[in-house]
């Protein structure tokens, strides 16, 4: 396992992006939607250093399975619907790798009446999208590699390393 983020790495971007976030929702009505649970840890230290008003909720997106191609991801409207009409929604995801998870989102917030998605994420994998988007904020930029660590897994391991690290072939094989 190679560390790619340390604490402090982390800590510091963090800051940063909730500066960035901050000045950019000063005065709007927001909330702020964790998407999976890879995004819990990133967004607890995220509103943590918020100082506006927000709300803040977390989805569990599905796919529709049944084909040999998951379907478009689907979001529990009835429970997102009142937090989200009227007001400005940001996505906070872990790792922004082919930009379908996002892609799919936006558009399912639009129809609840949102009045602006955005996307925050905390790793931006390079070379690695296959959707015209770009997330508004970006904590890192890392090279195309699976990592763990800071709320991200691999089977179910890892999410709790303080640091981002990328796995070794070696290391998913044997777990």
Same mark, same amino acid.
């Given at each position: 396992?190679?560390?790619? @983020?340390?604490?402090?790495?982390?800590?510091?971007?963090?800051?940063?992006?909730?500066?960035?976030?901050?000045?950019? +929702? =000063?005065?709007?009505? $927001? %909330?702020?939607? #964790?998407?999976?649970?890879?995004?819990?840890?990133? @967004?607890? *230290?995220?509103? =943590? $250093?918020?100082?506006?008003?927000?709300?803040?909720?977390?989805?569990?997106?599905?796919?529709?399975?049944?084909?040999? =191609?998951? !379907?478009?991801?689907?979001? *529990?409207?009835? @429970? $997102?619907?009142?937090?989200?009409?009227?007001? &400005?929604?940001?996505?906070?995801? *872990?790792?922004? &790798?082919?930009?379908? %998870?996002?892609?799919?989102?936006?558009? /399912?917030?639009?129809?609840? #009446?949102?009045?602006?998605?955005? %996307?925050?994420? @905390?790793?931006?994998? /390079? !070379?690695?999208?296959?959707?015209?988007?770009?997330?508004?904020?970006?904590?890192?930029?890392?090279?195309?590699?699976?990592?763990? #660590? +800071?709320?991200? *897994? +691999?089977?179910? /391991? +890892?999410?709790?390393?303080?640091?981002?690290?990328?796995?070794?072939?070696?290391?998913?094989?044997? %777990?």
């Amino acid at each position: 396992m190679k560390t790619l @983020l340390t604490e402090q790495q982390l800590s510091a971007g963090i800051h940063r992006l909730a500066g960035e976030i901050e000045a950019h +929702y =000063r005065g709007k009505p $927001l %909330t702020i939607i #964790g998407v999976f649970i890879g995004s819990v840890v990133a @967004l607890a *230290d995220l509103i =943590r $250093l918020l100082n506006i008003p927000l709300q803040v909720e977390m989805i569990q997106a599905r796919r529709n399975h049944g084909s040999t =191609r998951p !379907g478009p991801l689907a979001i *529990d409207i009835d @429970l $997102l619907a009142g937090s989200v009409r009227g007001r &400005h929604v940001l996505l906070v995801d *872990d790792v922004f &790798h082919t930009g379908h %998870t996002l892609w799919d989102l936006i558009p /399912q917030l639009d129809e609840l #009446g949102a009045a602006s998605v955005h %996307t925050a994420v @905390l790793l931006l994998k /390079q !070379g690695c999208c296959e959707v015209p988007l770009k997330p508004d904020f970006v904590g890192f930029e890392i090279p195309n590699q699976f990592v763990v #660590g +800071y709320g991200l *897994d +691999y089977n179910d /391991q +890892y999410r709790n390393l303080p640091v981002v690290a990328a796995l070794e072939p070696q290391e998913m094989k044997s %777990t």
